[in-house]
C-alpha cells in the first residue's frame, strides 16, 4: 500500500457524518466529527470552565453548533449561533448533543473512573450571555 501525499492527505474526507431523528421526530438532522480545531475548542472551553469551578454556559446548543450538519458535512450553525439554538426543546439539544459527543468519542469516561470525573460541563455559573467566545472555530 502506498502512502498518502500531503495533498492526498489533506484531501480525503473523514468528516464522517450520521443522521439522527429531528425535534419531535420532524425529520432527520444530520451529526458529524468535529475537526481538530473544533474539537480542541471545545475541549479548551469545558475543561477551562471546569478548571474556574464553572460550567459553560449553553453547552449542549455549543455542541449542536459545532457539530450539526447539512448532507455535505457543511456545519448550519456558527457558535455565535448557539444561542438561537436554545430555544429548541430541551430533550432534542441533550439527545443532539450526546450523539455529537460519542460520535466524536468526546464522552467516553473510564467506567472505573465515572464517580471521580464530572462529565462536559453544561452551563455557565458566570453569567456571561454569550455562546462562547468570539474567537470560535
Known amino acids: 500500500m502506498a502512502f498518502l501525499t500531503r495533498e492526498q492527505l489533506l484531501a480525503v474526507p473523514d468528516l464522517e457524518i450520521e443522521a439522527i431523528p429531528g425535534p419531535q421526530g420532524h425529520g432527520e438532522v444530520g451529526i458529524r466529527l468535529l475537526t481538530g480545531a473544533e474539537r480542541d475548542w ?51 439539544l441533550e439527545n443532539a448533543a450526546a450523539a455529537i459527543l460519542r460520535k466524536n468519542k468526546l464522552n467516553d469516561a473510564d467506567p472505573q473512573e465515572t464517580e471521580k470525573k464530572e462529565p462536559l460541563v453544561l452551563n455557565d455559573a458566570s453569567g456571561s450571555s454569550s455562546p462562547g467566545p468570539l474567537a470560535a472555530p
Do not use: W
Open 42 to 92: 471545545l475541549i479548551e472551553q469545558s475543561t477551562g470552565a471546569r478548571e474556574q469551578g464553572k460550567r459553560l454556559r449553553a453547552f449542549p446548543a455549543i455542541v449542536c453548533a459545532l457539530g450539526l450538519c447539512d448532507e455535505q458535512g457543511g456545519r448550519l450553525f456558527t457558535t455565535e449561533e448557539a444561542e438561537a439554538l436554545t430555544e429548541k426543546s430541551g430533550l432534542f
